[in-house]
């Protein structure tokens, strides 16, 4: 069993930065993808970032230039730096990471608990 812990998520302003941190522990054999996903009230999940394990970003329109994603495979952690944040952004941010449990098995995915982001004056 793989746990994915969060920390970062708090209050700002529109115009302000957080940073958010996810560090994966437990039976990890692999972990190749690592992202962040978010849901506002009302709204379905969405793709905000991913990463994977050599690098290669992937961001959501309506954050790119503002967000960067990050990670260090050693630590199996992975950061999300948000700068310039918008009312919009407001959501519960959850972080993800894909694993599995053998070089010939199906990766699978592995969802932390959700930490709340709200951008507000």
């Known amino acids: 069993q793989v746990q994915l812990v969060e920390s970062g998520g708090g209050l700002v302003q529109p115009g302000g930065s957080l940073r958010l941190s996810c560090t994966a522990s437990?039976?990890?054999?692999?972990?190749?993808?690592m992202g962040w996903y978010r849901q506002a009230p009302g709204k379905e999940r969405e793709l905000v970032a991913v990463i994977s394990s050599g690098g290669s970003t992937t961001y959501a329109s309506g954050v790119q230039g503002r967000f960067t994603i990050s990670r260090d495979n050693a630590k199996n952690t992975v950061s999300l730096q948000m700068n310039s944040l918008k009312t919009e952004d407001t959501a519960v941010y959850y972080c993800?990471?894909?694993?599995?449990?053998?070089?010939?098995?199906?990766?699978?995915?592995?969802w932390g608990q959700g930490t709340q982001v709200t951008v507000s004056s």
């Open positions: 993800n990471a894909r694993d599995r449990v053998s070089w010939w098995s199906q990766e699978y995915d592995i």
């Open positions: 437990g039976s990890i054999f692999s972990i190749n993808a």
